[in-house]
């Protein structure tokens, strides 16, 4: 499918200008203003908090709000060709980023969550967040989960395919994408299988992301090369 052509400056939640005193990363005047309006009602620009209670806000800050994982707190677009990062930058559109293991494919989708400010999920992660709620004494819910993860505006999806092993996570997957898409909000997904092969997997997944745009990532695995 063809990207889409709009800016990231069009989108009314990016177009905050950085506060003067944070650090100089030019995008960081879009995640400022994007996490205040998206990111589980978290207030941070200086308009909206007490003077005394006053601080930079760092990338990693930023990281740790966005549950981006510290392997990835320096990932950014600028370690892709030009032909992936106008892909990546010049829409916010739901999007399958795919290819072989070790391609790029999360290193791609930190950049990306950076870039836009979107929440992070690990799908493994949540899969066993969910288990965890099924034993007496837990300080969530499964409903709470996934609650916190249907709300972003743009949630990125880790691993896509982490969920295929049971029909708990599949179900759990499809619950949480269904949500997403009723809401008319954006989510980005990794996986090493194409469009073509996770309908051979299952074809209510497939259902749902074949109107993603779609990202192909290829090249030696990196962890190895």
Not at 38 to 66: A, F, M, Q, W, Y
Not at 79 to 104: M, Q, W, Y
């Amino acid at each position: 499918m063809t990207p889409s052509s709009t800016s990231p400056a069009s989108s009314p939640e990016c177009n905050s200008e950085a506060t003067a005193g944070r650090e100089s990363d030019p995008a960081m005047g879009r995640l400022i203003g994007f996490i205040d309006h998206c990111v589980d009602g978290i207030l941070v620009s200086r308009e909206n908090v007490p003077r005394t209670e006053e601080r930079v806000l760092t990338l990693e800050d930023v990281r740790k709000r966005l549950d981006i994982p510290p392997l990835y707190g320096g990932a950014r677009l600028e370690d892709f060709p030009e032909h992936v990062r106008k892909l990546a930058a010049t829409s916010l559109k739901d999007t399958l980023i795919f290819g072989p293991n070790g391609a790029g494919k999360t290193h791609l989708a930190a950049a990306i969550a950076f870039y836009f400010g979107a929440r992070w999920c690990s799908m493994w992660n949540l899969l066993l967040r969910v288990r965890r709620t099924f034993h007496a004494g837990t300080a969530e819910t499964e409903l709470e989960i996934l609650t916190k993860l249907s709300h972003p505006q743009v949630l990125v999806i880790d691993d896509l395919l982490a969920a295929q092993k049971t029909d708990f996570g599949m179900s759990t997957l499809l619950g949480l994408l269904n949500s997403r898409i009723e809401q008319k909000r954006v989510t980005i997904v990794t996986c090493d299988k194409s469009l073509a092969d996770i309908d051979k997997i299952d074809s209510s997944l497939a259902s749902r992301i074949a109107g993603f745009d779609r990202i192909q990532l290829a090249g030696p695995d990196r962890r190895i090369a």
